[in-house]
């Protein structure tokens, strides 16, 4: 039986950034097929007690920064601490992964792509040319910009995610459920390799 990873995300994290190209490679390795479940995070947080950045105190968003660089350098992949466009709208984009699920592409790679045009790359993922440029590196159809901006339906989809991700205990991002089991942040995925072999 082919073991399955459901993947709560957003693209505005960085932690999100840190852990997809190790999730692909893990999930290859192990034979698991991964569920991409991007969530909102202003509905996932005040129901879970999570606080977005800026409400959160001086030490803690400090703290955060020496992390981000000690990551960086532990896994080689470089990020703009402060992005200028961050918080990010993400909707268009994150609608776009949509579209690439929907349509049975390689949506986690499109995923990788994204953060790293935000979070490597200091780009806007509001601009639709942005996400057109990632399109075609990744030899994706363009058709899939499109279709993110007229298909109805999308914003729901979103918010059941963050209703299932709360169901199961989810409580911020990345998280990662193996058969009802949380793995909270990309540092948590040695565990969930394990758990998976």
Do not use: C
């Not at 852990?19 to 947080?45: H, N, T, Y």
């Not at 991700?165 to 911020?172: H, L, T």
């Not at 998280?175 to 758990?195: C, M, N, T, Y």
């Amino acid at each position: 039986m082919i073991k399955k990873i459901q993947y709560y995300f957003v693209l505005n994290s960085p932690w999100s950034y840190f852990s997809g190209a190790r999730l692909a490679e893990i999930a290859k390795e192990q034979d698991a097929s991964i569920d991409l479940k991007p969530v909102v995070l202003k509905e996932l947080f005040p129901r879970t007690g999570g606080q977005p950045l800026k409400q959160r105190s001086e030490q803690r968003q400090a703290y955060r920064l020496i992390e981000l660089q000690r990551w960086s350098r532990e896994l080689a992949l470089p990020i703009h601490l402060e992005p200028t466009f961050f918080p990010v709208d993400e909707n268009l984009a994150v609608h776009t992964v949509l579209a690439a699920i929907e349509g049975k592409h390689d949506a986690l790679k499109l995923v990788i792509a994204l953060g790293a045009a935000l979070w490597r790359d200091n780009l806007n993922l509001a601009d639709e040319q942005v996400i057109r440029d990632v399109l075609a590196a990744l030899h994706l159809p363009v058709s899939l910009l499109n279709k993110a901006k007229e298909a109805e339906g999308y914003s729901q989809l979103l918010s059941e995610n963050t209703e299932d991700a709360i169901s199961q205990g989810v409580f911020g991002v990345p998280s990662f459920v193996v058969e009802s089991e949380i793995f909270w942040g990309q540092d948590r995925l040695a565990f969930l390799e394990k758990a998976l072999a």
